[in-house]
């Protein structure tokens, strides 16, 4: 997986995504991992950092008009090089104790089907925070690994890395992504889709703070929810402009959930339709594994199986599985 890689061995990886940022030593494991985001004061004149992670997460929708939360990451591609760059610095200093981040070498994951511009744009906020030089690995082979999956086999092995900003669907054999397709939804899209379903039909808005606490509501909801479980929802009533709460069905949701889940299982469709058959054979064997956070995306796993006629095992940590698999790739890189 990383055999072109200089003598001089990595020190550090890097799994950033559009929700969590993830600092991995080769030896220390995770030592730093917290929401992607930064809070700038003066962000237009004359920005200056004034808060990072979890510190900013507090900060997002209760900020003054002097102070700006920002999030580099948007859909998995990164859209604020500066930020990336601030948050790079903050994460590496926090995770290392040190103040001078210069010339490390590092591993950042990427999506596979990462444009070259995004490539760029990502190793530019990598050598702008002070790393270099930079490694890029596929986040699906990393995740793969992280999930224990012995990917230098020949045989098929279906993927699903379902993030924050990005959905992933690769198919992986002897140590390489035979097929992959993305699409740009993930936990922040539907979180949105939660908050637009409240603003439409219940005239109430709520952040994405509070739409991502209802989302994780229903995901602890093991095995389906009874018709009459109720959840609790707070935010600003359109209609009087005052604070208000309402309570509401957890099935209230199976629309808009079913809709995205919908489009990613037609990504998986698309993949499966142009996958060779005898690794096609080594799918309906095995399964597809679901890693990333959105994994526990509710009715995820029960829909995978029902419209694909495919066993689908969700690996242990989800979150965490691209970031182990960059810590192994750190490990068995040569020295």
Sequence with gaps: MLSSLSLRRPELAIDFGTANLRVIHRDGGILFDEPSLCCFANFRTDPQLFAAGSAAEAMVDRTPPGLQVRRPLRRGVLQDIGTAAELLRYAIRHALGRRQVRGLRALIGVPA????????????????????????????????????????????????ECGAGTTEVAV???????????????GASLNKAIADHLHLRHKILVGAPTAERIKRNCSSLKGGYPSDKVIEVRGRSLVSM??????????????????????????????????????????????????????LTPRLVESLQKELGLPVLVAEDPAHCVARGLQSALQTARG
């Excluded at 490539?119 to 224990?148: C, K, N, S, Y």
Aim: with cysteine; net charge negative.
């Design 242 to 295: 005052a604070p208000t709460s309402l309570s509401i069905s957890a099935s209230e949701l199976d629309p808009v959930i079913d809709k995205h889940v919908r489009q990613i299982i037609e990504a998986v469709r698309d993949v499966l339709n142009q996958t060779p058959p005898e690794l096609s054979q080594d799918l309906h064997e095995h399964g597809a594994l679901l890693t990333g956070g959105g994994a």
């Design 172 to 186: 992986l054999s002897l140590g390489g992504i035979c097929l992959t397709r993305s699409v740009r939804i993930g």
């Design 113 to 160: 089907d990462a444009t070259q511009a995004e490539r760029r744009a990502l190793l530019t906020a990598a050598d702008d925070a002070g790393l270099a030089p930079v490694r890029l690995v596929h986040e699906p082979l990393a995740a793969a690994v992280g999930a224990g999956i012995q990917i230098n086999k020949p045989a098929g092995v279906l993927v699903l």
